[in-house]
């Protein structure tokens, strides 16, 4: 926790487009601001740019090598999974219910 006694200036925002608040969490960063504020802190409220331009760069740059290196890594974690699996000597129905009780 922040304790020095320099006044801060802070930015906040409270939606982005491309991932809309959910549940009180604007409610939340409302009540932080509020409780900052009451120690004597600015909070300036900002815009962040469009969030669907800013994902596109996002994904732009992840994925650079057109998704080569997700792939490879993709491979590696399904064959890992196998090899569990035959370890294990786990049945399909067995990996399904484990499966269904974590999601």
């Known amino acids: 926790m922040f304790s020095g006694r320099r006044k801060l200036r802070i930015g906040y925002f409270t939606s982005l487009s491309y991932w809309p608040p959910v549940g009180d969490t604007e409610d939340v960063v409302l009540a932080a601001k509020l409780a900052l504020e009451r120690q004597g802190h600015t909070l ?4 962040m740019p469009d969030s669907f331009e ?8 992840a994925f650079a090598d057109k998704g080569e ?6 491979y590696v974690c399904i064959a890992s999974l196998v090899r569990f699996i035959k370890v294990a000597k ?14």
Do not use: A, C, G
């Open 54 to 61: 800013m994902m596109d760069l996002v994904f732009d740059f």
């Open 69 to 74: 290196l997700l792939l490879k890594n993709w």
């Open 90 to 103: 786990l049945t399909f129905e067995s990996v399904f219910r484990l499966y269904s009780l974590t999601t």
């Open 44 to 47: 300036i409220p900002f815009k």
